[in-house]
Each structure stands twice: as structure tokens, then as C-alpha cells.
């Protein structure tokens, strides 16, 4: 795999976290591969995170400051080859932009990690503090298993 993006609603909450805790774990094991994340909306295009998001993750050790908000575009199925999207409600928006020329392959994040119990990394724009946390633990778990699965593949 070279390439990820990783799509929620806004792109200022979940996504933007994916791409920096995937950035990180994937850099920690020397690992180098492209990354963006985007937005299923253009509300928020241009702006920086949510500041709890970027507070959440500054506590865990990562740096989001520096990401901006995009909505999502149809080259983004030729650009990437993976795609991961947050909830089911981003897979049918993009199932339904999906143009016949697509090459990417787009699934749910935790199908990274079938085991986990949830489907879904809920939206925690509504919510309280904790479901920052909530989020950051099911990003870095996936990553996680996305790592042990790029390192255990056999070299060509
Ligand atoms: P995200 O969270 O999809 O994880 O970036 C949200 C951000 C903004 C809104 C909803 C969810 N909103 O309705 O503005």
C-alpha cells in the first residue's frame, strides 16, 4: 500500500487525527507512505481542527496544527489507493461519488480491526471531551494493525 486518505464529515475532528496518528506510528516504523485526509462536506474547507481534537492529540504527543480542511474531490479515486472512512453514513456518500474509473478501494477504518466491537469511530463533534479520547484510541489502534500488517508482508 502507498497511499491513504483517511474522510470523515468535516475534516476537522476525526479524519485530520487519522492522518496525524497514522503519519506517526507508520514514521515510527519506517514505514513511508502518502496520506491526506478530507471531508464528505465543504463547511469547514480552509479551516485548522477542532481545537479539543488538536488539544486531544497534543496530549497523546502529536502535532495537528498544521492540517486544513478539504472536502473531498473525485480524483481523490485515482490519487489514493486506499480509502478510509470514519462511519457508514461517509461510505454511502462516497459509494455514490465513486466514478467508474476508480481504482481505490474504500472501506470502514475499524475494518482494520474487526475485533474492536465498534464499526464505527463515532463523530465527537456534538459530544463531550472524552469522546476525543474514545477516538484517539480506536485511531491508534487501527494504526497500530495497519503497521503489523505492513511490516509481516513479505518483501518482493
Ligand atoms: P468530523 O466531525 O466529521 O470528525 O470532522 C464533525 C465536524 C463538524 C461537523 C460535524 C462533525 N459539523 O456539523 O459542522
Redesign the pocket.
Known sequence: MESILFV??????????ARVVFDHRLQQAGLELLTDSA???G??VGAP??AR?VQAARSRGLDLSGER?RQVAVEDFTRFEQIYV?DRS?LRVLQDMRPAHATARVDLLMSLVPDYGLEE?P????GADDGFRQ?LDMLETAADRLVESLVARPQP
Not at 470523515?8 to 487525527?17: A, D, E, Q, V
Open positions: 470523515c464529515l468535516g475534516n476537522i475532528c476525526r479524519s485530520p487525527t471531508g464528505t462536506t463547511y469547514h481542527p477542532d481534537a480542511a470514519m461517509n469511530v463523530d465527537p463533534y456534538y477516538v
